[in-house]
């Protein structure tokens, strides 16, 4: 059995923990977790293996949203209840990503993950600072949701479909999972284009859906063997500070300039990976 060159013995731990301190806070600045950057790193760069790099990835992914989640919560910018039951419904699709992974050949992950990264880019982009109160209607079996913003004084208001937010909880723990992500990628789009919640509140409520999700697809990956723990931990130590970072940033970001930053860098990650099968 060929043993694994980590990241970290090729590219050294400092800078590894700067990777994870630029990837976080990029991450949290719309509730994406960071590891859509590094996974495709550790794809295309150091050529991990499918589950080696979601495991490894998932580990970072954990460290930023635990971060970015308290300072979210501190702002008074969470929807603690819907967060907390789409992050229950997370953790089964959660620990069957991180199984089924395993089997996944290195270019069909490539290529579903490039494709994955650019539908989401392109519904950010068409949702773009958009918000309206009349969306609540757009939803089956929808109900109007309130929500008081401590930071602002500001209520809004959007809507909350219970079926939508369950199949997109067990959605987004099995991505989060299977590609290492966090499953930010297809809960902020749910979030903002169905529901039509306002930017930063979906960045602060989908880290607390991740942050149940997380350390359940961490633990399947770690049992698996498919952790790298030497790149993990610099990227996690990486990961706590950017995801405090981001956290602030965001506060002081409008929600279209927010959205636009974040399509744009999934955009990129989804290129490299394509062009790497071309």
């Given at each position: 059995m060929l043993s694994v060159v980590s990241a970290t013995q090729l590219l050294g731990t400092g800078e590894m923990l700067l990777s994870?301190?630029?990837?976080?806070?990029?991450?949290?600045?719309?509730?994406?977790?960071?590891?859509?950057?590094?996974?495709?790193?550790?794809?295309?760069?150091?050529?991990?293996?499918?589950?080696?790099?979601?495991?490894?990835?998932?580990?970072?992914v954990l460290a930023n949203v635990a971060s970015a989640?308290?300072?979210?919560?501190?702002?008074?910018?969470?929807?603690?209840?819907?967060?907390?039951?789409?992050?229950?419904?997370?953790?089964p699709g959660s620990i069957i990503g991180a199984y089924l992974v395993r089997f996944a050949p290195s270019s069909l992950f490539d290529l579903l993950y490039a494709a994955l990264l650019i539908l989401m880019a392109f519904n950010l982009l068409r949702q773009s600072g958009r918000h309206a109160d009349g969306a609540i209607a757009r939803l089956p079996w929808s109900k109007e949701r309130v929500f008081h913003d401590r930071l602002t004084g500001l209520d809004y208001r959007y809507a909350h479909s219970p079926p939508i937010a369950a199949a997109a909880g067990v959605a987004t723990g099995f991505l989060s999972s299977f590609f290492g992500i966090g499953g930010g990628v297809l809960v902020v789009p749910v979030l903002l284009r169905l529901f039509w919640m306002p930017a930063h509140i979906v960045s602060a409520t989908s880290h607390t859906i991740i942050l149940f999700s997380a350390p359940?697809?961490?633990?399947?990956?770690?049992?698996?063997?498919?952790?790298?723990?030497?790149?993990?931990?610099?990227?996690?130590?990486?990961?706590l500070v950017g995801g405090q970072l981001g956290a602030g940033a965001s506060r002081h970001l409008a929600d279209g300039l927010l959205v636009r930053i974040v399509a744009i860098a999934l955009i990129a990650a989804?290129?490299?990976?394509?062009?790497e099968h071309v």
């Open positions: 994870g301190v630029a990837a976080a806070f990029i991450g949290s600045l719309a509730g994406l977790g960071g590891g859509f950057i590094v996974a495709p790193i550790l794809r295309l760069v150091f050529h991990l293996s499918p589950d080696r790099a979601a495991g490894t990835s998932l580990v970072l989640s308290v300072a979210f919560y501190r702002q008074g910018r969470v929807d603690v209840r819907l967060g907390v039951t789409m992050g229950l419904l997370a953790i359940f697809g961490v633990l399947t990956h770690a049992l698996q063997g498919s952790v790298v723990w030497e790149d993990a931990l610099p990227l996690a130590l990486g990961g989804a290129l490299s990976l394509a062009a």
